[in-house]
């Protein structure tokens, strides 16, 4: 029998997560697309919380900078980390409260609510295929990642690419990077 | 292994031929151009060209072509490398021109800084343009409660005098404060100082430019409001507490309240973000049941009325939590 983790059902699930709950995060910040990672050998879910502002107005919702990192212990889904980016380093420059980029993104205008959302059950349904390769040798193509990596460029707003940089450097340079 | 035929299958759909070339006329073919429905809605929109370049019969480099949006005009290009000819791709390149205008698309307003490992404003023109032009919208089509378009016999709670209680939240997140005000205020008869209110959350960490969940409830606590925190509630729930005289203060999807269903006109992310008094449920209409609310987070929120399954759906995101006050 196949073994699988559905990255969806984690996500959904941090809804009600009592760590979750009882965190700083407040509730205008909700999961964006993650990322894996790879610590020490351990294979980690890395997700960020960000907020939206819809305007009213067609592709001028506006993004802002991901405010609050999540990482998940896979396949025990056990949250090792919590972080907000406020006191990082490297956002040292960024104003959390300005918005950095407008969604929907040229890559995804064509497609409205419903189809997003199948996009993106789709690119978190590559995701499983990862997890279940690396944690249970279940068979992963090049086509599965190239799949994975059309999607992600694809859904992922382009005004968060430098912030998924510094989420996992690895992921980015094996996914996101443009040369 | 990577091969010829599975680049065809690269993003799904289906794909077909267009021609094979032996370039270098040594008797072998070296390039491969097909063409590709990938996204399986009939229209073809992937160009494929790969080549063999060491002529080992295994593809070294197979750039895509996609035109995204059907406009004839390609938007993304996708390259796949096997860099070091082993029959096995070790690198991938995508480079996005959406607006076509042959400068790669990049991140509006941030940038990565190799050298510092930091991210960097930068200046974007058409971001703030956009910024500029965009006006933001609220629900100024929901109707506003009239008590004398009611059946008060059919009211639960008290809309018409939660009402005098309302105030517009204007930029500021403080939704969750201003539901607590309006519940402090009714039941106390106190005035309460909304900067003051903030300072106070803000001293004890309540509220950190926006609330918690799970401290929406902390300055009922301090004022000595008898109230109750829970989720996965029904309308019934709320109904039994307006009807016995309680306030209620609930989470919520405030899009769905402000925006409905446009399909164009949506956020990536769904969950409660917004917090909102619930001053009366309206069965005037019983076809037509009307949940009243007070919304400080749109100048058209004193007494809101929002259909009941739109109000339904919209409480779903935050997993229908809800605060139940006494006085």
Redesign the interface.
């Known amino acids: 029998m196949n073994k699988t983790i559905s990255i969806s059902n984690i996500i959904k699930g941090l809804k009600t997560n009592p760590f979750i709950l009882n965190s700083g995060i407040t509730m205008e910040y909700s999961e964006g697309i993650p990322v894996l990672g790879i610590k020490n050998g351990y294979l980690t879910l890395i997700v960020p919380y960000l907020k939206y502002k819809i305007t009213g107005e067609v592709d001028k919702t506006l993004v802002y900078p991901v405010r609050y990192v999540v990482e998940i212990s896979l396949p025990d889904q056990r949250i090792v980390r919590y972080e907000e980016l406020t006191t990082n380093p490297a956002f040292e420059s960024i104003d959390f409260n300005q918005p950095i980029g407008l969604f929907r993104h040229k890559a995804i205008q064509h497609l409205d609510k419903k189809e997003y959302m199948e996009q993106r059950d789709s690119l978190y349904e590559q995701y499983d295929k990862v997890v279940a390769s690396l944690l249970y040798d279940e068979p992963y193509s090049d086509v599965d990642d190239m799949q994975l990596h059309h999607l992600l460029n694809m859904l992922l707003e382009p005004s968060l690419r430098p912030i998924y940089q510094v989420l996992d450097q690895d992921f980015y340079n094996k996914y996101l990077k443009n040369d | 292994m990577?091969n010829y035929g599975?680049?065809n299958?690269?993003?799904?759909g289906s794909s077909r031929e267009l021609e094979s070339a032996d370039t270098d006329g040594n008797g072998m073919l070296d390039t491969f151009v097909s063409i590709a429905d990938t996204d399986g809605d009939g229209v073809e929109d992937t160009i494929i060209k790969s080549f063999d370049y060491n002529q080992d019969g295994i593809i070294d480099t197979s750039t895509s072509y996609t035109d995204?949006?059907?406009d004839g005009v390609i938007?993304?290009v996708?390259k796949?490398i096997d860099s070091d000819y082993d029959g096995?791709?070790d690198?991938?390149?995508?480079?996005?021109d959406?607006?076509g205008d042959g400068v790669?698309?990049?991140?509006?307003?941030?940038?990565?800084d190799q050298a510092s490992?930091?991210?960097?404003?930068l200046s974007s023109d058409y971001?703030i343009d956009?910024?500029d032009s965009?006006?933001?919208?609220?629900a100024e089509q929901l109707d506003n409660f009239d008590p004398s378009e009611s059946n008060p016999a059919l009211v639960s709670g008290d809309p018409a005098t939660s009402m005098e209680e309302w105030e517009f939240q204007g930029s500021t997140?403080r939704c969750?404060l201003y539901s607590q005000k309006f519940v402090i205020q009714e039941l106390t008869g106190e005035e309460v100082d909304i900067e003051e209110m903030e300072a106070i959350a803000e001293q004890n960490?309540w509220f950190?430019?926006?609330?918690?969940?799970?401290n929406m409830n902390k300055m009922l606590d301090l004022y000595g409001i008898e109230n109750e925190m829970s989720?996965n509630n029904d309308i019934s729930d709320i109904q039994e507490c307006l009807d016995n005289g309680g306030k209620v203060i609930v989470?919520l999807d405030c899009?769905e309240i402000?925006?409905g269903e446009?399909?164009?006109?949506?956020?990536?992310?769904?969950?409660?973000?917004?917090?909102v008094e619930v001053i009366g449920i309206d069965n005037s209409d019983p076809s037509n049941p009307m949940v009243i609310l007070n919304d400080s987070g749109s100048p058209n929120g004193c007494g809101e009325m929002v259909p009941l399954d739109t109000f339904v759906d919209a409480w779903e995101d935050?997993?229908c939590q809800m605060i139940t006050c006494y006085a």
């Open positions: 990577y599975e680049e299958a690269l993003f799904g995204l949006n059907g938007d993304a996708s796949i096995v791709a690198r991938q390149e995508t480079f996005v959406y607006d790669p698309d990049d991140a509006a307003a941030l940038a990565y490992g930091t991210i960097i404003p971001l956009s910024l965009v006006q933001s919208t609220y997140n969750a960490g950190n430019d926006g609330t918690a969940f799970l989720f989470s899009d402000w925006y446009d399909h164009n006109i949506f956020s990536p992310t769904s969950g409660a973000d917004h917090a935050g997993n």
